[in-house]
């Protein structure tokens, strides 16, 4: 008999442990979504509040949340923005950032991998990445235009100027930050240079990484919307952005912002956040 109440308490324990675990979890998606509801309404009123005051102190319409939604579905729907469906600009801006944020990815994880092992070429060529940091993105367009002319090639390179650099540092950091202590005893163990890489380097340094590339597409899709608007493109969300501050149609340029905001949340929610949650679980670091 007590062998049978002992197991029966381990499985109510373990069915309460299970119950207050999910509880947490619904607590804590629920606390995410009254935030991220509470964040939306408060941009809304912010943004109606400053279109209420530029109207009434300057005498200007400024487009409200509830003007830009109507011509937001409007384009969605299919009405033209500059001779091309706001679907074609969003397409065509996707590729021009992700020809030039994979070019930036495959040679900013070589070259940071590289320079996280061997110390030598590190010390010799980390000042140069450090010196393309900290130039901004628009500087890079007088050596674009004298490089690739107008014109798409003009674009990618930016972009992948843009976010070249935080790749190859953060790479090259989560690299070396690993403790040697861990090279050397899988070197004790008999483990080759590349598997020490495959199995000790890579997986210590993967948040590291997935932070890089994380600034890296940031950069790269601001200075995306900026290349767009002055080297000579015939579409996409920075020209389109372009030509409504010329035409003076604001309702279009907003809608432009919106697209470009939520674009960006959907990648840094939907592919970042969730790749970094996967590392930390599996480290152990959070709770599956």
Same mark, same amino acid.
């Given at each position: 008999?007590?062998?049978?109440?002992?197991?029966?308490?381990?499985?109510?324990?373990?069915?309460?442990?299970?119950?207050?675990?999910?509880?947490?979890?619904?607590?804590?998606?629920?606390?995410?979504?009254?935030?991220?509801?509470?964040?939306?309404? #408060?941009? @809304?009123?912010?943004?109606? *509040?400053?279109?209420?005051?530029? &109207?009434? &102190?300057?005498?200007?319409?400024?487009?409200?949340?509830?003007?830009?939604?109507?011509?937001?579905?409007?384009?969605?729907?299919?009405?033209?923005?500059?001779?091309?469906?706001?679907?074609?600009?969003?397409?065509?801006?996707?590729?021009?950032?992700?020809?030039?944020?994979?070019?930036?990815?495959?040679?900013?994880?070589?070259?940071?991998?590289?320079?996280?092992?061997?110390?030598?070429?590190?010390?010799?060529?980390?000042?140069?990445?450090?010196?393309?940091?900290?130039?901004?993105?628009?500087?890079?367009?007088?050596?674009?235009?004298?490089? #690739?002319?107008?014109?798409?090639?003009?674009?990618?390179?930016?972009?992948?100027?843009?976010?070249?650099?935080?790749?190859?540092?953060?790479?090259?950091?989560?690299?070396?930050?690993?403790?040697?202590?861990?090279?050397?005893?899988?070197?004790?163990?008999? @483990?080759?240079?590349?598997?020490?890489?495959?199995?000790?380097?890579?997986?210590?340094?993967?948040?590291?990484?997935?932070?890089?590339?994380?600034?890296?597409?940031?950069?790269?899709?601001?200075?995306?919307?900026?290349?767009?608007?002055?080297?000579?493109?015939? &579409?996409? *969300?920075?020209?389109?952005?372009?030509?409504?501050?010329?035409?003076?149609?604001?309702?279009?340029?907003?809608?432009?912002? #919106?697209?470009?905001?939520?674009?960006?949340?959907?990648?840094?929610?939907?592919?970042?956040?969730?790749?970094?949650?996967?590392?930390?679980?599996?480290?152990?670091?959070?709770?599956?």
């Amino acid at each position: 008999m007590s062998s049978i109440s002992n197991k029966s308490s381990l499985n109510f324990r373990h069915d309460s442990d299970v119950f207050e675990y999910r509880q947490q979890r619904y607590k804590s998606i629920l606390k995410v979504i009254v935030f991220n509801v509470f964040s939306f309404v #408060f941009i @809304l009123t912010v943004w109606q *509040l400053i279109a209420l005051w530029v &109207t009434q &102190t300057r005498g200007v319409p400024f487009p409200t949340p509830i003007s830009t939604c109507q011509r937001l579905i409007s384009l969605v729907l299919g009405n033209l923005l500059y001779e091309k469906t706001i679907g074609h600009h969003l397409v065509t801006s996707l590729f021009r950032w992700g020809m030039g944020y994979m070019i930036s990815v495959v040679i900013g994880l070589s070259i940071g991998m590289t320079f996280g092992i061997y110390r030598l070429i590190h010390d010799l060529f980390m000042p140069t990445v450090y010196i393309i940091q900290l130039i901004p993105g628009l500087a890079w367009i007088p050596i674009t235009l004298l490089l #690739f002319g107008l014109g798409e090639g003009a674009t990618i390179f930016m972009i992948s100027m843009t976010a070249l650099a935080p790749i190859i540092i953060s790479t090259t950091g989560g690299i070396r930050s690993v403790p040697p202590i861990y090279t050397n005893v899988a070197k004790m163990l008999g @483990l080759s240079q590349s598997q020490v890489f495959l199995h000790v380097l890579l997986p210590a340094s993967l948040l590291s990484i997935i932070n890089g590339l994380r600034i890296g597409f940031a950069n790269g899709w601001r200075v995306l919307i900026a290349a767009e608007m002055v080297v000579g493109v015939s &579409t996409g *969300l920075g020209y389109s952005l372009m030509q409504a501050r010329w035409s003076l149609d604001f309702e279009a340029a907003l809608v432009c912002v #919106f697209i470009i905001c939520t674009v960006g949340l959907i990648v840094e929610k939907l592919l970042f956040a969730r790749i970094e949650r996967k590392i930390l679980q599996r480290q152990g670091l959070v709770g599956k």
